[in-house]
């Protein structure tokens, strides 16, 4: 048994935002009430995409309280291995489909003092449930959003209009930059730094804190990762004795589970650490892509995490 | 079916006992014939017919006598139960959790009615019809955490969640095995369990740790753990230790049988989902040796755990110095026949104890 | 000679480290007794730390003043004791930003109850240096009755509070500042065995 939870709904809004994100409404599909949630915390979707199951991961956008409905939203990404575009083309009004239990991994740390929220394109959308969370209990919250263009600004209005006074927008194409630098410093003891956007942006967030002398445990971040096609290879999976081929545009972990073996996972986006899997001999070159690993087990060729990562050599032999 | 709830006591003339069906359904923590620390878990999603592990929160014959037995706690010694102020929210779902579970597992016993956020509970044993408003402390005449737990048998550890670690942030804690809420609040899960000797060594926390942090919303788990307690004293703190520790030493071959029992925790977990807390309720059942002894299977297999168990944890569980009254007493009901394999009593199958 | 190699022991114990200089937009120091010396050592490392550095030091009775005031702190204070200096070292953190690095040094006592004024501050107590000079003596807390007792250096001792005979822990709590103290003689009162120094 892998994963969280599973809940069926049915897709019960459809609403794209601009040329890049569109939004989706879930309700159960036997009329109950969903879970509450916890603002930051994410749902994985099953798609049937053509005989191939896609799991993805996506944050809870709408309110941690409202359990009629979840919302999420999708960035199209062309260049992807077809998830984002199957949502954007495929998922209709009515469509029934299966999603998790509310998983959460970027989670607010409720004795912050203060929260700042760094936010880079999509990666508004956790923010947008941890902004309604925190207002529900008079929490003390600043947001920076930079976005490419006012066109493609999701949800900006919606933040300005709301929070007039706590909302922050820059727009690239208009050249405004957040001044990092500038506002960490001299914020007040206690507070909490939450990004959330680009790789880019999530190093520049992390080094300019530690720079400035803000504690680890201080510093948020989540990265939407998807896996990234790559070569195709061959992999030994001795517990199971199978030998199976990873394609191009499928991860490891879903060739596995193509195959009948039982990896366990959660976020299926190299953070929290469920599919760490052993690996019993190699002759090659891993691609690590993950966040949970640190740089020693990386380069140990002992571990593994399927989900995102992948491998280029002539052997590799797993303890799965 | 209709619990009979007991008129008892867990101090001064410990008139607590277990009735017949509460002998039968008692947590027997070995499921072989030795012990040692492992990482337990299985999922929390029922179990037997009248097991302990049938309801997400079990109640049984004890309810009402250990509501007194905490109520008196916590009037003598308030500090039993805290909550540092971050964890209010998840005092609120560890609140809506019990109701919703006890009123749907017990409906004859407990009612809860939502119109929004204007709850009404009703706690039919305890005589509580309250009316309040999910979310707003000032409509109930404790904090979340502790009113509920003032109505639900076993200690809570509510547990918060970050930095990949979880930290002991707020709790109700009147029936523990000698250990300090006040003392062990704010630390984490590395640290609260620093005094336990050997596990850490084993990497049993490591992997206890990992398993917890990823226990998910609607996906609860359990495990068993046990220690031994001279008297049914529910209340075995370190703070009273100086008043209760002179207990251990008034045990003697001819009142042992029905004076030690055995302390077993049912540990369960939950995933709060408003908090992204954990809750870790630890409920404790007692038992005395007479009357485990009336199960065959039981009598044989605790001889045998107690006489392999390693010195270090029969020091740490506290029972080193009255292990030998306790063998002398034990190999009487162990004749040398094999047991069945788990914790049930197996009454049907096991042979009868050979004279 | 003012370091000590304390005995490896449980994970609740704290560990003590080496000051070092981090990069910050503030640095409080806070030391008493012999932790200057770890001032002075790390005020060597980084010649630069102290332009934008607060000292508080509590001499009890060591004579470290004058070095410490030469190093040239951008603020200085001398106090008379721990209790004394409470309200001033709960300032520094209410007027500190996000950056501060904060540096302990000396006694458990004193660096136990300044961590924990920066912990309520919300720094987190991994970001918080300590080096550990001078005496040994531990912050006791009674379990029973809750009382603090200072200064402890023997094993078993009496609470100042209840005069229970106590044995000395190495469970410690970081939110009490303070070693567990637990009654030594409650399974046969009376039998207290004679006293001796905790690392003895």
């Known amino acids: 048994m892998s994963g969280a939870e599973k809940i069926a709904v049915k897709v019960t809004d459809v609403v794209p935002l601009n040329d890049l994100v569109t939004r989706f409404k879930f309700e159960r599909t036997d009329g109950g009430l969903l879970p509450t949630f916890s603002g930051g915390a994410h749902t994985v979707v099953e798609m049937n995409d053509g005989g191939i199951t896609r799991l993805n991961p996506y944050s809870l956008m709408s309110d941690p309280m409202d359990q009629s409905a979840y919302t999420i939203s999708v960035r199209r990404d062309d260049e992807g291995r077809g998830g984002s575009l199957f949502m954007h083309k495929q998922v209709k009004v009515g469509d029934e489909m299966v999603i998790s239990y509310p998983v959460n991994l970027f989670s607010l740390d409720l004795r912050a003092r203060k929260h700042l929220f760094i936010a880079g394109g999509i990666g508004i959308t956790p923010f947008l449930a941890q902004v309604k969370q925190l207002e529900r209990f008079n929490g003390n919250w600043e947001l920076h959003y930079s976005c490419r263009s006012e066109a493609l600004g999701s949800y900006v209005g919606e933040l300005t209009d709301h929070h007039p006074n706590e909302t922050h927008i820059y727009y690239d194409d208009q050249k405004q930059m957040i001044d990092l630098a500038h506002l960490l410093d001299g914020q007040p003891l206690g507070t909490h730094v939450y990004v959330c956007g680009p790789k880019g942006m999530i190093d520049w967030v992390r080094k300019t804190a530690a720079a400035e002398g803000w504690p680890r445990e201080a510093i948020h971040y989540e990265e939407?990762?998807?896996?990234?096609?790559g070569k195709p290879f061959e992999v030994k999976l001795a517990i199971s004795n199978k030998i199976i081929q990873v394609g191009e545009s499928e991860s490891l972990l879903e060739a596995m589970e193509r195959e009948g073996v039982d990896a366990p996972y959660l976020c299926r986006g190299g953070a929290c650490g469920q599919c760490e899997t052993d690996v019993i001999d190699y002759s090659g070159n891993f691609i690590h892509r993950d966040h949970w690993l640190d740089d020693a087990e990386h380069s140990s060729g002992k571990k593994i995490m399927p989900c995102v990562s992948r491998f280029e050599g002539k052997t590799l032999v797993l303890d799965r | 079916m209709t619990i009979?709830?007991?008129?008892?006591?867990?101090?001064?003339?410990?008139?607590?006992?277990?009735?017949?069906?509460?002998i039968k359904r008692f947590p027997?923590?070995?499921h072989e014939d030795s012990y040692m620390y492992s990482v337990n878990m299985e999922q929390h999603r029922g179990g037997p017919v009248d097991s302990i592990y049938e309801k997400r929160f079990d109640v049984d014959e004890h309810y009402l006598?250990?509501?007194?037995d905490r109520a008196m706690v916590l009037a003598d010694d308030p500090l039993r139960c805290q909550s540092l102020p971050h964890m209010t929210l998840a005092g609120w779902d560890l609140l809506e959790l019990i109701m919703v579970s006890k009123s749907e597992d017990y409906p004859d016993l407990f009612e809860l009615h939502r119109d929004g956020n204007k709850w009404r509970w009703i706690n039919k044993p305890m005589g509580i019809d309250d009316t309040f408003t999910f979310l707003d402390e000032a409509t109930l005449p404790y904090g979340p955490m502790e009113y509920i737990t003032r109505q639900a048998q076993g200690d809570f550890a509510v547990l918060d969640q970050r930095d990949d670690n979880l930290w002991m942030d707020a709790g109700m804690i009147t029936t523990q095995a000698d250990w300090s809420l006040d003392f062990d609040l704010g630390m984490n899960f590395f640290e609260w369990h620093a005094p336990v000797p050997l596990a850490h060594e084993k990497g049993i926390f490591i992997r206890a740790l990992k398993f917890l942090l990823n226990i998910q919303q609607g996906a609860p788990a359990r495990r068993l753990n046990w220690t031994m307690t001279v008297n049914p004293l529910l209340d075995t703190s370190p703070e009273n230790y100086h008043k209760w520790g002179v207990q251990k030493t008034e045990i003697a071959p001819e009142n042992l049988g029905s004076k030690q029992h055995l302390r077993v925790e049912?540990?369960?977990?939950?995933?709060?989902?408003?908090?992204?807390?954990?809750?870790?309720?630890?409920?404790?059942?007692?038992?005395s040796f007479q009357d485990l002894m009336t199960v065959p299977k039981w009598g044989r297999r605790l001889h045998r755990v107690i006489r392999d168990l390693p010195e270090e944890l029969a020091t740490y569980k506290g029972f080193i110095d009255n292990r030998p009254m306790m063998l002398d007493y034990l190999s009487k009901f162990?004749?040398?026949?094999?047991?069945?394999?788990g914790i049930w009593p197996d009454l049907e199958t096991e042979p009868a104890l050979k004279k | 000679m003012s370091k000590f190699d304390f005995p490896t022991s449980i994970l609740s114990r704290p560990v003590y480290g080496t000051l070092e200089p981090r990069p910050g937009a503030a640095h409080l120091f806070i030391a008493d007794a012999h932790g200057a010396e770890a001032i002075l050592d790390v005020a060597g490392v980084?010649?630069?730390?102290?332009?934008?550095?607060?000292?508080?030091?509590?001499?009890?009775?060591?004579?470290?003043?004058?070095?410490?005031?030469?190093?040239?702190?951008?603020?200085?204070?001398?106090?008379?004791?721990?209790?004394a200096s409470v309200q001033r070292i709960r300032k520094a953190f209410a007027d500190a930003k996000m950056g501060l690095q904060v540096y302990l040094a000396g006694t458990e006592g004193l660096i136990g109850q300044a961590q924990n004024e920066a912990m309520q501050a919300g720094i987190p107590h991994t970001a918080i240096q300590t080096e550990h000079r001078g005496s040994t003596a531990r912050r006791m807390q009674c379990v029973h009755c809750k009382g603090i007792t200072e200064n402890v250096e023997t094993d078993p001792f009496v609470c100042a509070h209840c005069g229970l005979n106590?044995?000395?822990?190495?469970?410690?709590?970081?939110?009490?500042?303070?070693?567990?103290g637990v009654c030594i003689d409650a399974e046969d009162p009376g039998n207290v065995p004679a006293a001796k120094g905790i690392y003895e």
């Open chain 2, 65 to 68: 006598s250990e509501m007194r």
């Open chain 3, 46 to 83: 980084d010649t630069s730390l102290m332009a934008k550095a607060h000292v508080i030091y509590l001499p009890n009775g060591e004579g470290y003043g004058d070095a410490l005031r030469a190093l040239k702190p951008a603020k200085y204070y001398e106090g008379p004791s721990y209790p």
């Open chain 1, 224 to 229: 939407f990762l998807a896996p990234q096609p």
């Open chain 2, 334 to 341: 162990d004749d040398g026949q094999p047991t069945s394999d």
């Open chain 2, 4 to 22: 009979q709830f007991n008129d008892e006591t867990f101090r001064d003339d410990y008139s607590f006992y277990n009735s017949d069906r509460a």
């Open chain 3, 166 to 180: 106590l044995f000395v822990r190495d469970h410690y709590s970081r939110r009490l500042a303070a070693y567990q």
């Open chain 2, 28 to 30: 027997f923590p070995f």
């Open chain 2, 266 to 287: 049912l540990q369960t977990f939950f995933r709060l989902p408003r908090s992204n807390a954990l809750v870790f309720p630890i409920r404790c059942y007692l038992c």
